[in-house]
């Protein structure tokens, strides 16, 4: 099994950055491939970012080049470096994790319990 908990999320104007953070614990093997998703209300689950094992990372094409997914092994921690927010970023943020590498999609088996972004104008 593996444990996941979120933290970093607020309140902050667009344009603006935020660091979320997902402390794991558990089973290394089930926190070999980890993943960003969130959702708003009434939309699916989105992926937001990935990282496999190897190194290898995937986002959303809505935050290439403004979100930056990276992980701290030695700590157990997960980031996700948000920059230039944009107010379609509000949502809940969720980090997830598997022993096998989903990509974006939600199949993930461990999943924390998530941290809320909110943009503002």
């Known amino acids: 099994k593996a444990q996941l908990l979120e933290s970093g999320g607020g309140a902050v104007q667009a344009g603006g950055s935020l660091r979320l953070s997902c402390i794991f614990s558990g089973n290394t093997d089930n926190t070999r491939n980890m993943a960003w998703f969130r959702q708003t209300p009434g939309k699916e689950r989105e992926g937001v970012a990935a990282l496999m094992s190897t190194g290898t990372t995937k986002y959303a094409d809505s935050v290439k080049g403004r979100f930056t997914i990276s992980k701290d092994n030695a700590k157990n921690i997960l980031y996700l470096q948000m920059d230039r927010l944009e107010l379609e970023d509000s949502a809940m943020y969720y980090c997830?994790?598997?022993?096998?590498?989903?990509?974006?999609?939600?199949?993930?088996?461990?999943w924390g319990q998530g941290t809320q972004v909110t943009v503002s104008s």
């Open positions: 997830a994790s598997d022993r096998r590498f989903f990509g974006l999609l939600s199949a993930y088996d461990y």
